[in-house]
């Protein structure tokens, strides 16, 4: 039976990436048309690197939380997958309003913060869905060793 639920666990969590990924893109090809038709290139370039930075940290974390959900470690890897989750777009806001560049004058900001909301709903979702699936009364987690 712990088997099955492995296998089944285990096959959710890239599916819940992958879809995180999709909708990333998605997002990222319509507010880049947008941005274009507005902006021009620096702004399609500016939804880029926000949808790239928020897509990649959304999926790093739902990885971390998916992967030590139901162990011992399911509640530090939820709190390091927060960590993930805001390091790399802070890093990179951080970076692009101290250099002042083109990208920063573009918006990369607010795109900054489309995408993070975006990719903060869409991970919490996926990550509910990959924690219920992984749900089992006998596990670790939900006897508390």
């Known amino acids: 039976m712990e088997k099955?639920?492995?296998g089944r666990s285990g096959l959710r969590l890239p599916a819940a990436c992958i879809v995180l990924v999709l909708a990333i893109a998605l997002a990222g090809a319509l507010g880049g048309s947008i941005a274009h038709g507005q902006q021009g290139l620096l702004g399609s370039a500016a939804v880029?690197?926000?949808?790239?930075t928020c897509g990649l940290s959304g999926v790093a974390?739902?990885?971390?939380?998916?992967?030590?959900?139901?162990?011992?470690?399911?509640?530090?890897?939820?709190?390091a997958a927060g960590f993930?989750?805001?390091f790399l777009?802070?890093?990179?806001?951080t970076a692009s309003a101290a250099v002042q560049g083109p990208l920063s004058r573009a918006g990369?900001?607010?795109?900054?913060v489309i995408f993070f909301l975006i990719a903060l709903v869409l991970e919490t979702l996926l990550?509910?869905?990959?924690?219920?699936?992984?749900?089992?009364p006998g596990s670790v987690a939900w006897r508390g060793r």
Request: aromatic share 8%; net charge positive.
């Open 127 to 136: 990550l509910v869905g990959v924690l219920r699936s992984d749900s089992n």
């Open 48 to 52: 880029a690197v926000a949808a790239l």
């Open 84 to 86: 993930v989750r805001f």
């Open 4 to 6: 099955s639920t492995d």
């Open 89 to 93: 777009p802070l890093a990179v806001v």
């Open 61 to 79: 974390a739902l990885a971390l939380a998916g992967l030590l959900s139901g162990t011992r470690w399911g509640v530090h890897g939820i709190l």
């Open 108 to 112: 990369l900001f607010g795109y900054m």
